[in-house]
């Protein structure tokens, strides 16, 4: 488990990463970029084009991609964090590093809900938020992005604790419908508190996902009207098909699609999003660690799924992991575009895979081999240890 060094602690840096064979930008509007070269300095992206268009020199880290696939980084829109890279969920180590391997990131809290002994009093709930948030703004194991500090909100809260919990720098409430908060008007009011001072909502969804959750149906999700209709799948039972039809038309809202869930009711959600035109509105996570355990190829998985038996463009089922989530959480990262963080996945198609191009393998179901990750420009991982290997190799010339 490493600690994140600050980006700039040695001095200038510029990445240079040349002879890109596929540039997947994570922009619905425009998934696939007529480039071989990506630029960044000091963490951010500067140029993206043809290698004789744009300025190379200088480079402090030059990369050869090999006709290697460049994508952003994954964006794992759910999960459940406790204190750095452990999960007391299932007793395990190094879990967020193990999700990088699988080419994530960043990832987004939906509350603290594992930490030993949670404190469900007001006053012990906000400690435990701002203590997240700081501690995780503090630390990133691997360099992973992990926007945690998700307070459950509990019945007893009053307008001044959202106000005090954005204030100490808090941007996130964890699922409503975890803590004691399981109806539609209370819900709605301490939504609308949090939406005030600027605090971004998610919504359990379904049925209990473990003992002493319990259901949400549509009418408390339409009524609560939070940011982010939490895995509309399920974590893991989903809602009647009717249901989830009604959320999807009754709200404008993000429709959170999560490995953890119901994988028919997660390609039905798709297809709902399809017909109404609204495919923007489609984020994936994982909801891990759960009792599923700990899934670090779960947002690979999830966009080979839907690119192979929901029949989407896998160039598309990209965006849904990347773009999509950044837009809606209001991230610098998720798309491959001038200014924004320098967070990249270089992949290929898994060795011995039927599918011509990594494009192709992923619309067969196959799932590529991450061959690195960068993060804030700088290079976090080489090949990796949990997906297939893949079929070719970058190399970094220099750096």
């Known amino acids: 488990m490493a600690h994140d060094a600050p980006a700039a602690a040695g001095g200038p840096t510029k990445l240079v990463i040349r002879n890109i064979g596929l540039i997947l930008s994570g922009d619905l509007a425009r998934p696939i970029l007529d480039a071989d070269t990506v630029v960044a300095e ?112 509990e019945n007893e809260m009053v307008e001044d604790d959202f106000k005090e919990l954005a204030a100490a720098g808090v941007k996130l409430l964890g699922e409503v419908g975890l803590g004691g908060v399981k109806d539609g008007p209370t819900a709605r009011k301490m939504v609308g508190w949090a939406r005030k001072y600027g605090i971004q909502s998610t919504i359990h969804t379904g049925g209990p996902s473990i003992p002493g959750s319990g259901l949400i149906d549509k009418d408390v999700v339409l ?53 109404l035109g609204e495919l923007n509105r489609v984020i994936l996570g994982t909801d891990g660690p759960a009792g599923s355990g700990v899934q ?17 463009p896998a160039e598309e089922a990209f965006c849904l992991a990347t773009g999509n989530t950044a837009r809606m959480r209001a991230l610098d990262c998720g798309i491959i575009e001038v200014g924004r963080a320098a967070d990249f996945v270089l992949m290929d198609k898994a ?49």
């Open 42 to 153: 000091g963490g951010r992206i500067t140029a993206i084009g043809r290698e004789k268009d744009v300025d190379t020199e200088g480079a402090t880290t030059l990369i050869d991609a090999n006709g290697t696939t460049l994508t952003p980084g994954l964006i794992d829109s759910h999960v459940h964090p406790v204190a750095g890279d452990w999960t007391p969920r299932q007793s395990q180590m190094n879990w967020i590093d193990s999700s990088l391997h699988g080419g994530v990131t960043t990832m987004i809290s939906a509350g603290e809900v594992h930490y030993p002994g949670r404190a469900k009093d007001v006053v012990g709930l906000k400690a435990l938020a701002i203590t997240a948030q700081r501690s995780f703004d503090a630390f990133r194991p691997s360099g992973v992005k992990v926007h945690a500090g998700a307070p459950v909100i």
């Open 223 to 275: 009524e609560a009207d939070t940011d982010v209709v939490g895995h509309i799948n399920g974590g893991h039972t989903a809602l009647p098909d009717n249901q989830i039809r009604c959320i999807c038309e009754g709200c404008k809202r993000g429709l959170e699609i999560v490995h953890n869930g119901n994988e028919r009711s997660a390609l039905y959600t798709l297809r709902i999003a399809r017909e």
């Open 296 to 312: 670090p190829l779960g947002i690979l998985r999830m966009v080979s799924m839907l690119s192979s038996l929901g029949e989407l």
């Open 351 to 399: 060795q011995h895979s039927p599918g011509v191009t990594l494009l192709d393998s992923v619309r067969l179901g196959d799932l590529p081999g991450v061959c690195m990750t960068v993060i804030d420009g700088i290079v976090r991982t080489q090949r990796s240890r949990n997906t297939p290997p893949a079929g070719r190799m970058p190399v970094v010339v220099k750096g």
